[in-house]
């Protein structure tokens, strides 16, 4: 994994996250070079500077759009918007839940994403899916050619968002395919947890199904032909889906994620790396728990030993050899329980391969190649592009 904070392992993923979804080295080392010595002091100060940094120069990215967009340069003001969105983003996922300057901060990402997605004519349909009187927002990336298709739904691990996803590549290679896909906020991540309040919860079928069941309504999508797939925390979430809602056609675990509950022991044990700064705090928000006590309570209930036997559709599991936030055994015991999915398959990404890191983020490129032929590949897709 690329390493511009010395020893500080939250702020260089954060780093590589803001790559996977197009960040420019240039801007990369014109934000975090001043950093350097807020790094140094651990993962937990100096965020609100992180925060600064990256602001000011999706700030810089806008207001360039903006000549262009006078200048009649659409596409490159979209390009350029698109950008400033990532960074505005990055910015925002490091901060702790209960500091103010972040909402206004991901309003601001938000408008952003949007005019850059009209701008450039990306292929990002905005979806909303009805859901205990409020809404799971998703970006729906169509397949060419006549439908109905096959769809893939992607949701968030603990702390990424949809766009997030979209903007790592996965959708785009799917459509390439003949697979559409919608990465989605579910409970606990992106709108979900910011605009509406909703917490997660360890039983993810209870938002699954009525997200399975909005989209096989859709006169686009092949109800027969709808997988589920998780990253990083999703590797739990989309097994627990796919197990107890068995309409789901195939499952994908993007980063397995076996037993969150041995991962908080250890991680309060400080044994392993964390995803963010603030690590308790998030986790609070993000459960919606009164305290810790009240967390890892719910931690308890999030593991997969005799949920994934349920599976009887196709599941491929994906892992990096190198993952510090999730050990390779985890990945291992999920396929090894898989007993009653006719097609199972773990891919494990090494030093060969690259993509080692935790959910590939140090090449993602290697696993949503895998990923994206793999479901094409079981959903009757094009490996060749030409889609027909």
Same mark, same amino acid.
């Given at each position: 994994?690329?390493?511009?904070?010395?020893?500080?392992?939250?702020?260089?993923? !954060?780093?590589?996250?803001?790559?996977?979804?197009? %960040?420019?080295?240039?801007?990369?080392?014109?934000?975090?070079?001043?950093?350097?010595?807020?790094?140094?002091?651990?993962?937990?100060?100096?965020?609100?500077?992180?925060?600064?940094?990256?602001?000011?120069?999706?700030?810089?990215?806008?207001?360039?759009?903006?000549?262009?967009?006078?200048?009649?340069?659409?596409?490159?003001?979209?390009?350029?918007?698109?950008?400033?969105?990532?960074?505005?983003?990055?910015?925002?996922?490091? /901060?702790?839940?209960?500091?103010?300057?972040?909402?206004?901060?991901?309003?601001?990402?938000?408008?952003?994403?949007?005019?850059?997605?009209?701008?450039?004519?990306?292929?990002?349909?905005?979806?909303?899916?009805?859901?205990?009187?409020?809404?799971?927002?998703?970006?729906?990336?169509?397949?060419?050619?006549?439908?109905?298709?096959?769809?893939?739904?992607?949701?968030?691990?603990?702390?990424?968002?949809?766009?997030?996803?979209?903007?790592?590549?996965?959708? %785009?290679?799917?459509?390439?395919?003949?697979?559409?896909?919608?990465?989605?906020? /579910?409970?606990?991540?992106?709108?979900?947890?910011?605009?509406?309040?909703?917490?997660?919860?360890?039983? !993810?079928? !209870?938002?699954?199904?009525?997200?399975?069941?909005?989209?096989?309504?859709?006169?686009?999508?092949?109800?027969?032909?709808?997988?589920?797939?998780?990253? !990083?925390?999703?590797?739990?979430?989309?097994?627990?889906?796919?197990?107890?809602?068995?309409?789901?056609?195939?499952?994908?675990?993007?980063? %397995?994620?076996?037993?969150?509950?041995?991962? /908080?022991?250890?991680?309060?044990?400080?044994?392993?790396?964390?995803?963010?700064?603030?690590?308790?705090?998030?986790?609070?928000?993000?459960?919606?728990?009164?305290?810790?006590?009240?967390?890892?309570?719910? %931690?308890?209930?999030?593991?997969?030993?005799?949920?994934?036997?349920?599976?009887?559709?196709?599941?491929?599991?994906?892992?990096?050899?190198?993952?510090?936030?999730?050990?390779? /055994?985890?990945?291992?015991?999920?396929?090894?329980?898989?007993?009653?999915?006719?097609?199972?398959?773990?891919?494990?990404?090494?030093?060969?391969?690259?993509?080692?890191?935790?959910?590939?983020?140090?090449?993602?490129?290697?696993?949503?190649?895998?990923?994206?032929?793999?479901?094409?590949?079981?959903?009757?897709?094009?490996?060749?592009?030409?889609?027909?």
């Amino acid at each position: 994994m690329f390493q511009y904070f010395p020893g500080n392992y939250v702020w260089n993923l !954060s780093v590589n996250l803001a790559m996977e979804m197009g %960040a420019r080295i240039g801007e990369v080392d014109h934000v975090c070079r001043p950093l350097l010595e807020a790094a140094a002091r651990g993962e937990d100060t100096g965020t609100a500077e992180f925060m600064a940094g990256w602001e000011a120069q999706g700030d810089t990215l806008v207001e360039l759009a903006a000549e262009d967009e006078a200048a009649g340069r659409l596409l490159s003001a979209g390009e350029k918007l698109g950008r400033a969105a990532t960074y505005f983003l990055t910015g925002e996922r490091m /901060q702790a839940a209960g500091y103010a300057p972040r909402v206004a901060l991901y309003a601001k990402f938000r408008r952003t994403f949007d005019r850059g997605v009209e701008l450039a004519g990306e292929n990002a349909e905005r979806v909303e899916i009805p859901y205990e009187g409020a809404v799971l927002s998703g970006i729906l990336t169509r397949a060419p050619g006549e439908g109905p298709h096959p769809l893939l739904v992607m949701v968030n691990g603990l702390d990424s968002t949809k766009e997030m996803l979209f903007r790592t590549g996965p959708g %785009a290679k799917l459509a390439a395919r003949g697979v559409s896909s919608l990465c989605l906020d /579910q409970p606990g991540t992106g709108e979900a947890l910011r605009l509406h309040d909703l917490h997660a919860v360890p039983e !993810s079928e !209870s938002w699954a199904t009525p997200v399975y069941e909005f989209l096989a309504a859709r006169d686009d999508v092949d109800a027969d032909r709808i997988g589920l797939l998780g990253v !990083s925390l999703g590797g739990y979430y989309a097994p627990r889906a796919v197990a107890f809602e068995p309409r789901f056609a195939l499952g994908v675990a993007w980063g %397995a994620n076996h037993d969150w509950r041995a991962v /908080q022991k250890a991680r309060r044990d400080r044994e392993g790396e964390r995803p963010v700064p603030h690590y308790w705090d998030h986790v609070q928000w993000v459960f919606g728990t009164k305290d810790l006590d009240d967390f890892f309570e719910v %931690a308890e209930r999030m593991h997969l030993d005799g949920v994934v036997e349920e599976i009887r559709v196709p599941f491929l599991v994906t892992h990096g050899e190198d993952d510090r936030q999730i050990p390779l /055994q985890y990945a291992h015991r999920t396929y090894e329980q898989l007993v009653n999915s006719p097609d199972r398959e773990l891919v494990v990404f090494t030093d060969r391969t690259g993509g080692t890191a935790h959910s590939s983020v140090d090449n993602g490129s290697v696993a949503t190649d895998v990923i994206a032929d793999w479901v094409a590949e079981r959903f009757g897709g094009h490996l060749d592009g030409r889609v027909s």
